[in-house]
């Protein structure tokens, strides 16, 4: 069992920077791929970003050159760095985890409660 808890969203201008973290309890969390997903209102849940536990990144297009995902193991955390904010990256952003490799958010089996991001024009 894995618990996520994310934080570090909020309001910012277009051009700014937030960095996201998200800190998971449990054991295992080495052996977890974790991932950031966003759900802006009225839309689905897209990917942004995961980070396996091999070290091994990818990220949507729409980020790509922007954001950055990192984690750290020894504290069981791992963030998501934006950079260059635009208003189409106003979302509620969450953090997940999966033993499988995968972009796809039925395939992630644990769930934060979210954390908002606004960003103003």
């Known amino acids: 069992q894995v618990q996520l808890v994310e934080s570090g969203g909020g309001l910012v201008q277009a051009g700014g920077s937030l960095r996201l973290a998200c800190a998971a309890s449990g054991p295992t969390f080495r052996s977890y791929n974790m991932a950031w997903f966003r759900q802006a209102p009225g839309k689905e849940r897209d990917f942004v970003a995961k980070?396996?536990?091999?070290?091994?990144?990818n990220y949507a297009n729409s980020v790509k050159g922007r954001f950055t995902i990192s984690r750290d193991d020894a504290k069981n955390t791992v963030y998501l760095q934006m950079n260059g904010l635009k208003p189409e990256d106003t979302a509620v952003y969450y953090c997940a985890a999966s033993k499988a490799l995968s972009a796809v958010a039925t395939q992630y089996d644990y769930w934060g409660q979210g954390t908002q991001v606004t960003v103003s024009s």
């Open positions: 980070h396996t536990w091999t070290c091994y990144t």
